[in-house]
């Protein structure tokens, strides 16, 4: 028994020996991979393609974004509506799908192909002042953003107010920048940060 006691503790202290030997030679390597880690995460996950797609969609003239729902799930797409759009416009968002960094496939079969072309200015006006283009604009915006940590802050507007808030801390500085580039888009007519978190 005493054998085996003296075994395992030589073996757990050679273990611990090893990690630690590890853990300081690689410690300033792992630290930058994180970072490399974070971002690559952030630029595929599924909830950013979801918004980078919304974003670029509503963005893109000719075709009814707002009316276009996007769901991902493991980088493969899926576009839905509730109107009927042309078949180009459906040729269309399939392609700016398909240009996200992150997307592996896209899937149109909830678009309701088929329908016509809206008045191209109306489009743009309603497109481009609605609380829900609002809000998918500036959380993409945010969540494109360096250092800040977009994914964590939400968005909701109401009547052209945008209202941030988020369950995290950030820091004065990315609150400051949270608020320049949501008061930078068109439509937005103020900010509120109260729900932002500052350190």
Do not use: C, R
């Not at 109306?122 to 002042?129: L, N, P, S, V």
């Not at 909701?156 to 920048?177: M, P, R, W």
């Amino acid at each position: 028994m005493k054998k085996f006691a003296l075994a395992t503790a030589t073996a757990l202290t050679l273990a611990m020996g090893a990690n630690v030997a590890f853990a300081q030679t690689s410690q300033a390597p792992m630290t930058l991979a994180a970072g490399e880690v974070t971002k690559a995460k952030e630029s595929t996950s599924d909830t950013w393609i979801t918004t980078k797609v919304k974003a670029d969609l509503l963005t893109e003239k000719g075709i009814p974004g707002s009316d276009i729902k996007v769901e991902t799930n493991k980088g493969v797409v899926s576009l839905s509506s509730t109107v009927a759009i042309s078949d180009a416009q459906k040729e269309t968002a399939v392609a700016i799908t398909k240009k996200i960094k992150g997307v592996k496939a896209v899937s149109a079969d909830g678009l309701l192909a088929g329908g016509a072309v809206k008045a191209d200015n109306i489009d743009k006006a309603k497109e481009g002042t609605s609380d829900t283009w609002i809000t998918t604009k500036v959380k993409a915006d945010l969540v494109t953003e360096k250092g800040i940590p977009g994914t964590d802050i939400k968005v909701e507007t109401n009547n052209g107010v945008v209202s941030l808030s988020s369950t995290v801390a950030i820091t004065e500085a990315q609150k400051t920048t949270a608020v320049n580039i949501a008061k930078k888009i068109k439509g937005v007519k103020s900010v509120s940060a109260a729900g932002l978190h500052a350190e």
